[in-house]
């Protein structure tokens, strides 16, 4: 089975910094995209950035300049680095990955259990 498993939420003051980590792990062959998405209370769940196995990266323009993702393909690990925190970036952060597993001939998409990130004095 294939898991996606994430750290680095917590509660920061404005203007803070916050690094995210999610790492894949168990039977996987290859991972296309990963990304990190958000979800604030009552409000959908929205993208906030991807990149690509190749290391192209796409983010939204509410966190342009603020946020940078990365990823390590040899670790199966993705990062959100978040700078300048506003308390409209609280929210519960998932990661999520396209992942071909043993024993797939498809990549689906995998997501993590979520971790929560609070910006506030």
């Known amino acids: 089975q294939v898991q996606l498993v994430e750290s680095g939420g917590g509660l920061v003051q404005p203007g803070g910094s916050l690094r995210l980590s999610c790492a894949a792990s168990?039977?996987?062959?290859?991972?296309?995209?990963m990304g990190w998405y958000r979800q604030a209370p009552g409000k959908q769940r929205e993208l906030v950035a991807t990149?690509?196995?190749?290391?192209?990266?796409n983010s939204v323009d509410s966190v342009k300049g603020r946020f940078t993702i990365s990823r390590d393909n040899a670790k199966n690990t993705v990062y959100l680095q978040m700078n300048s925190l506003k308390p409209e970036d609280t929210a519960v952060y998932y990661c999520n990955a396209n992942i071909r597993a043993v024993g797939s001939w498809n990549h689906y998409n995998y997501w993590g259990q979520g971790t929560q990130v609070t910006v506030s004095s």
């Open positions: 990149v690509t196995s190749g290391g192209r990266t």
């Open positions: 168990g039977r996987i062959i290859s991972i296309n995209d």
